[in-house]
């Protein structure tokens, strides 16, 4: 007797296929321009919010001129190089518990009727949609060990894709250090034959999968429609692998070896801010992002307690770790700075002049999620940095921001997410 769970064979392999229920898929982006260097973007996110009233500056001092509060102090030294901005909103994530899941993308949870989840693609994806043709990876997605316990809910990393399904991250620096650097371990012709099994695996089954399609009813056509696509990716880095097959995989650099094994907290994010720095560096990717771990922080200088508990800081001891807590990511984040600064792309240039950097959280503090924290850095687009901006509209959507930085480093795009426009005073 069949079943509605049908497997797909080839004389090597054997696929499960999806529970045939619902929706289609859209083609990529066309690419945009180049510029005169290749510009990078950088997404880097926490979960649990901020300390509101010593992380935000006042609301009455705008522009260049305004005092940076103790929470952000260690960045004092690049207070020209960042902007504050206020008044951003997720207003379609009405969950704090969810975290980063939907602060890229912008998109609507209950977007498709009788559905308890739905997502759209992220910012993140968007760019490396259009950069990532010509990179080794078309994007690096970094994350952390118990994502849930730091704030950050459902999904791999903070990228999703353009059928909302979530993208895999790596959340062990050992591992993405060998990812991105460390010699193939089978000799090329052992990978050669790899590939070449890989794809006659993957050709068998989009030709089972065409005919099967014709004998099942439509709603169950469109859920193929969505596996056969991940066939399709699949192919897609099987063609990427190819091309990339005999060259060997970039240097690190000299201030970069593999990672100690077991690192949490303040060193491992140090860390993975190197392996990002080194990835962008040797031109391994142009996009990356970091969804940065909260409770290994915490435990690293012994808080004593949940990021969840320190989140909601009603009492001194629970206050004082969320101020601390601040100071230290705002100390690492300095460092990633300095880090950028100093890594030289080409005469008189950075990699700081060639980036675009986004830092922040879903949520303000505690379960608040309007105003989220964001400060935007990086001279690799026309942005108008070492400012306080406070947007005129309090609930801001926070998708203006990604359409904002997506479209002045010249990626092709013209809304995304709940956006309804940009931020004219982030445009220099």
Same mark, same amino acid.
């Given at each position: ?177 060998? /990812?991105?650097?460390?010699? !193939?371990?089978?000799? %090329?012709? *052992?990978?050669? &034959?790899? @590939? $070449?099994?890989?794809?006659? +695996? ?44 005999? /060259?060997?995989?970039?240097? !690190?650099?000299?201030? %970069?070896? *593999?990672?100690? &094994?077991? @690192? $949490?907290?303040?060193?491992? +994010? ?159």
């Amino acid at each position: 007797m069949k079943t509605r769970r049908q497997f797909l064979r080839s004389s090597t392999s054997c696929l499960p296929l999806p529970f045939l229920t619902s929706l289609g898929w859209r083609p990529f982006v066309k690419a945009a321009a180049p510029t005169s260097f290749d510009p990078k973007m950088v997404f880097l996110t926490f979960g649990w919010g901020v300390t509101e009233k010593s992380w935000f500056p006042n609301q009455d001092q705008t522009g260049a001129v305004y005092d940076l509060p103790a929470g952000l102090a260690p960045l004092k030294k690049h207070q020209a190089d960042f902007s504050i901005i206020q008044n951003l909103t997720n207003r379609l994530a009405d969950e704090a518990h969810w975290g980063s899941t939907f602060y890229l993308t912008g998109a609507n949870r209950y977007a498709v009727p009788g559905k308890s989840f739905h997502n759209t693609i992220s910012a993140d994806q968007v760019a490396a949609e259009q950069w990532g043709l010509d990179t080794r990876f078309p994007s690096l997605q970094l994350g952390c060990h118990n994502a849930k316990d730091s704030g950050h809910g459902p999904g791999l990393s903070l990228a999703w894709n353009r059928r909302g399904k979530p993208i895999a991250g790596q959340d062990d620096p050992v591992k993405a250090f060998h /990812k991105l650097f460390a010699a !193939p371990e089978v000799s %090329l012709e *052992e990978q050669k &034959a790899m @590939l $070449k099994k890989r794809a006659s +695996i993957m050709d068998t089954l989009v030709t089972d999968l065409n005919s099967m399609k014709a004998k099942l009813g439509k709603e169950d056509q469109e859920k193929l429609d969505e596996y056969t696509e991940s066939i399709r990716s699949i192919e897609t880095r099987i063609d990427r692998d190819k091309q990339w097959l005999g /060259k060997p995989a970039p240097s !690190p650099g000299p201030d %970069l070896t *593999e990672p100690a &094994a077991n @690192l $949490k907290g303040y060193e491992e +994010i140090k860390v993975m801010y190197d392996i990002l720095i080194a990835a962008l560096s040797t031109g391994s990717t142009r996009v990356a992002s970091y969804r940065q771990p909260v409770q290994s922080l915490l435990d690293s200088f012994g808080a004593g307690m949940s990021g969840h508990n320190m989140s909601h800081y009603n009492n001194e001891a629970r206050r004082k770790v969320s101020e601390k807590r601040d100071q230290l990511q705002s100390e690492l984040l300095s460092y990633f700075f300095d880090r950028m600064k100093a890594t030289e792309t080409a005469p008189g240039r950075s990699l700081f002049d060639e980036s675009t950097i986004s830092y922040g959280s879903n949520i303000r503090s505690i379960h608040y999620l309007k105003n989220c924290p964001t400060i935007i850095a990086g001279r690799g687009a026309n942005l108008n940095l070492g400012q306080h901006i406070v947007a005129e509209q309090k609930n801001t959507p926070l998708a203006n921001l990604w359409l904002t930085l997506l479209q002045q480093n010249g990626l092709d795009v013209e809304s995304h997410g709940d956006s309804d426009g940009v931020l004219k005073s982030l445009i220099s």
